[in-house]
């Protein structure tokens, strides 16, 4: 039998490299696109969904089309974020396995140039870039396009969401004219719609379901709450899908930094990823996620670009988008390769316009749903449990030898009260927890109590009766605020709901921690080192410093933010920390105001 890819005119060597990756019939964005574009004579627009096969709809036409004896660049890929360009170069890699002579290199920021400078020299077929980046290459004239027949314009909107228009453009004017342009896209603004005026000649356009629409596989729903319980709800919602594999989409870096630590204090399993993040600590957390070790990414929407993980259950928006085209990308993370997903709104009453204008753009309605109450997520996560324990797979070789003892132990008990006391092992949390829950639903007629206003960030907000600590531990450590969180309950041996806010610095972090834990912690770092540097941890607060851990201590009275520096001579006026983590000298200007750099509004 004809593989399906064969009839569509793909050449043996690819489609054997197709099967080996489990692909065995095309999606329809491929099955349309890739006839045409193995034609090479034509400009294309193709729009599609997130999730539907674009990356093989240009990838494996290009394999046909370019003469791989010769190592120039014949192709050009230009994408949004870095994890989509690493995501399309494993994949065209991955296609063209068979073919000899073939070489794609991925050239985005945030890694090391001189690397990816030394990888063109030897010499490439297709490179696949963020346009930053690829800009920064053309202008060291360390690269020649000359020999460019096709540029590809993936997730071309968002390139312009991001503000990539002049970069676009000064890297297309470095291509010869008579190229092939191929822009792919999930929606159509006007933007999108001047590029294929300007760069194309009467192209070829293939649109998959109707322009704009989001996933037909993906459910939509909505859920109203006060902003207050918004941390609360997106708990609820969790807990009440025990398998729940997600992405939670917040509007900020820092909301999101904030979300995933107080998730991680409450015993979820989740990280964050945001544009503050290195390279490597980006690479890290999207590891865990796709190795399915982690089951919550909280993202923001320039950070979640380009993630293509399978199975992802649930798309959760913390916080609607400010632009309402880009809940299409959002929800277009589940749902993909065919699978079913849910996306999730968690608003309040004063949103609900911007969720009407959401279902105009593409094109369905959403539900209303309820939040369960406490009970329900109490009989879901029994039942779950009793659902894994039945289907659980046992080892009868490895356990057999532990039986008898396992059976002395329970000999007291009836069948009864063991099948009680396993279900109690992990549901005795959700009854205490639930205890009394209150009913976190707000009708739509309801526009909030006392006028309240919809929160443009819904922080969540540290309890009073903590104490600031000191940790000469930082951002150059290589750590994240989850890294740090880690580090500290796992040395100090306290818990995760003990710790409240995090201020990550270069060299040195401050942390709030409830004042009941402060001795203990301290104690339990008299001797704790990172990487064979000694770790100091010193109180803050009012009062006399307390010290504890391997390095040598200064004696200094802290006051949230007031220390000497690193060289042992004091810094120049007392310095007290503000509510931003900024510092103040004696003037009452602050550090931004000092150097002319303070923002009109928190970064995003």
């Given at each position: 039998?004809?593989?399906p890819?064969?009839?569509?005119?793909?050449?043996?060597?690819?489609v054997?490299?197709?099967k080996d990756l489990?692909?065995?019939?095309p999606?329809?964005?491929?099955?349309?696109?890739?006839?045409v574009?193995l034609e090479?004579?034509?400009?294309?627009?193709?729009?599609?969904?997130?999730?539907?096969?674009?990356?093989?709809?240009?990838?494996?036409?290009?394999?046909?089309?370019?003469?791989?004896s010769?190592?120039?660049?014949?192709a050009?890929?230009?994408?949004?974020?870095?994890?989509?360009?690493l995501?399309i170069?494993?994949?065209?890699?991955?296609?063209s396995?068979?073919i000899?002579?073939?070489?794609?290199?991925?050239v985005?920021?945030?890694?090391?140039?001189?690397?990816?400078?030394?990888?063109?020299?030897?010499g490439?077929?297709?490179v696949?870039a963020?346009?930053?980046?690829?800009?920064?290459?053309?202008?060291?004239?360390?690269i020649d396009?000359?020999?460019?027949?096709?540029v590809v314009?993936?997730?071309?909107?968002?390139?312009?969401?991001m503000?990539f228009?002049?970069d676009?453009?000064d890297?297309?004017?470095?291509?010869?004219?008579?190229?092939?342009?191929?822009?792919?896209?999930?929606?159509?603004?006007p933007?999108?719609r001047r590029?294929?005026?300007?760069?194309?000649?009467?192209?070829?356009?293939l649109t998959?379901?109707t322009k704009?629409?989001?996933?037909?596989?993906?459910?939509?729903?909505?859920?109203?709450?006060?902003?207050?319980?918004?941390?609360a709800?997106?708990?609820?919602?969790?807990?009440?899908?025990?398998?729940?594999?997600?992405?939670?989409?917040?509007?900020?870096?820092?909301d999101?930094?904030?979300?995933?630590?107080?998730l991680?204090?409450?015993?979820?399993?989740?990280?964050?990823?945001?544009?503050?993040?290195?390279?490597?600590?980006?690479?890290k957390?999207?590891?865990?996620f796709?190795?399915?070790?982690?089951?919550?990414?909280?993202?923001?929407?320039?950070?979640?670009?380009g993630?293509?993980?399978?199975?992802?259950?649930h798309v959760?928006?913390y916080?609607?988008?400010?632009e309402?085209?880009?809940?299409?990308h959002?929800?277009?993370?589940?749902?993909?390769?065919g699978k079913?997903?849910?996306?999730?709104?968690?608003?309040?009453?004063?949103?609900?316009?911007?969720?009407?204008?959401?279902?105009?753009i593409?094109?369905?309605?959403?539900?209303k749903?309820?939040?369960?109450?406490?009970?329900?997520?109490?009989?879901?996560?029994?039942f779950?449990l009793?659902?894994?324990?039945?289907?659980?797979?046992v080892?009868e070789?490895q356990?057999e030898?532990?039986?008898?003892r396992?059976?002395d132990?329970?000999?007291?008990?009836?069948?009864?009260?063991?099948?009680?006391?396993?279900?109690?092992?992990?549901f005795n949390r959700?009854l205490?927890?639930y205890k009394?829950?209150?009913?976190?639903?707000?009708?739509?007629?309801?526009?909030?109590?006392h006028g309240?206003r919809p929160?443009?960030?819904?922080?969540?907000?540290?309890d009073?009766?903590?104490?600031?600590?000191?940790?000469n531990?930082g951002?150059?450590?290589d750590?994240?605020?989850?890294?740090?969180?880690?580090?500290?309950?796992?040395?100090?041996?306290?818990?995760?709901?003990?710790?409240?806010?995090?201020?990550?610095?270069g060299?040195?972090?401050?942390?709030?921690?409830?004042?009941?834990?402060?001795?203990?912690?301290l104690?339990n770092?008299?001797?704790v080192?990172?990487n064979?540097r000694?770790?100091?941890?010193?109180?803050?607060?009012?009062?006399?410093?307390?010290?504890?851990g391997?390095?040598?201590?200064?004696?200094?009275?802290?006051?949230?933010?007031?220390?000497?520096?690193?060289?042992g001579?004091?810094?120049?006026g007392?310095?007290?920390?503000?509510?931003?983590?900024?510092?103040?000298?004696?003037?009452?200007?602050s550090r931004e105001?000092?150097?002319?750099?303070?923002?009109?509004?928190?970064r995003?």
């Amino acid at each position: 039998m004809i593989n399906p890819f064969s009839n569509l005119g793909i050449s043996d060597d690819v489609v054997n490299a197709i099967k080996d990756l489990g692909f065995e019939n095309p999606t329809p964005i491929q099955e349309q696109s890739i006839p045409v574009l193995l034609e090479g004579s034509n400009d294309f627009v193709g729009l599609a969904q997130t999730g539907t096969g674009k990356t093989a709809a240009f990838g494996l036409p290009l394999l046909e089309l370019i003469d791989f004896s010769i190592r120039k660049p014949q192709a050009l890929v230009l994408c949004p974020t870095r994890e989509l360009c690493l995501q399309i170069t494993g994949d065209i890699r991955n296609f063209s396995k068979n073919i000899p002579g073939a070489n794609v290199v991925a050239v985005y920021g945030g890694a090391n140039i001189v690397q990816q400078l030394r990888e063109i020299r030897q010499g490439v077929q297709i490179v696949v870039a963020t346009p930053g980046r690829m800009l920064d290459i053309i202008r060291r004239k360390a690269i020649d396009f000359s020999d460019v027949s096709y540029v590809v314009l993936d997730e071309a909107d968002e390139m312009l969401n991001m503000g990539f228009q002049e970069d676009i453009n000064d890297i297309l004017s470095t291509t010869p004219d008579d190229k092939k342009t191929w822009l792919f896209s999930a929606t159509m603004p006007p933007e999108v719609r001047r590029i294929a005026r300007n760069y194309m000649e009467d192209p070829v356009e293939l649109t998959m379901g109707t322009k704009n629409t989001g996933n037909v596989n993906i459910e939509h729903e909505y859920y109203i709450v006060r902003a207050r319980d918004k941390y609360a709800a997106l708990k609820r919602i969790v807990d009440f899908n025990p398998e729940i594999f997600g992405v939670v989409f917040c509007k900020t870096k820092i909301d999101t930094q904030e979300v995933a630590e107080h998730l991680i204090k409450d015993g979820y399993n989740a990280d964050a990823l945001h544009g503050d993040l290195s390279q490597q600590q980006r690479d890290k957390v999207m590891q865990r996620f796709r190795d399915r070790s982690m089951q919550l990414l909280i993202a923001t929407d320039v950070a979640a670009r380009g993630i293509d993980v399978n199975n992802v259950t649930h798309v959760i928006n913390y916080a609607l988008p400010d632009e309402v085209e880009s809940y299409t990308h959002r929800s277009g993370r589940t749902g993909r390769a065919g699978k079913t997903g849910v996306s999730i709104c968690i608003i309040n009453s004063k949103e609900l316009g911007k969720i009407r204008q959401i279902e105009k753009i593409i094109g369905k309605k959403f539900t209303k749903a309820d939040l369960p109450t406490g009970f329900d997520v109490c009989e879901k996560q029994l039942f779950a449990l009793v659902h894994k324990v039945h289907n659980v797979e046992v080892n009868e070789a490895q356990i057999e030898q532990y039986i008898p003892r396992i059976m002395d132990e329970f000999s007291e008990l009836s069948k009864e009260e063991v099948i009680k006391r396993f279900a109690s092992l992990e549901f005795n949390r959700f009854l205490e927890y639930y205890k009394n829950a209150p009913d976190l639903n707000v009708s739509e007629e309801r526009r909030g109590e006392h006028g309240e206003r919809p929160e443009r960030g819904s922080r969540v907000r540290n309890d009073d009766g903590y104490t600031r600590m000191f940790i000469n531990l930082g951002s150059v450590d290589d750590f994240t605020r989850g890294d740090l969180l880690s580090f500290v309950c796992n040395n100090g041996k306290i818990s995760g709901k003990s710790i409240g806010k995090i201020d990550l610095k270069g060299v040195y972090s401050f942390f709030d921690i409830e004042n009941t834990a402060v001795d203990g912690l301290l104690n339990n770092f008299r001797n704790v080192d990172f990487n064979g540097r000694g770790v100091r941890i010193e109180q803050t607060a009012e009062g006399e410093s307390k010290s504890r851990g391997g390095g040598s201590y200064n004696g200094s009275k802290r006051r949230d933010g007031e220390r000497k520096s690193f060289g042992g001579k004091r810094e120049s006026g007392r310095r007290e920390g503000g509510s931003n983590g900024g510092f103040r000298d004696y003037s009452g200007r602050s550090r931004e105001e000092r150097h002319g750099k303070r923002e009109s509004g928190r970064r995003r």
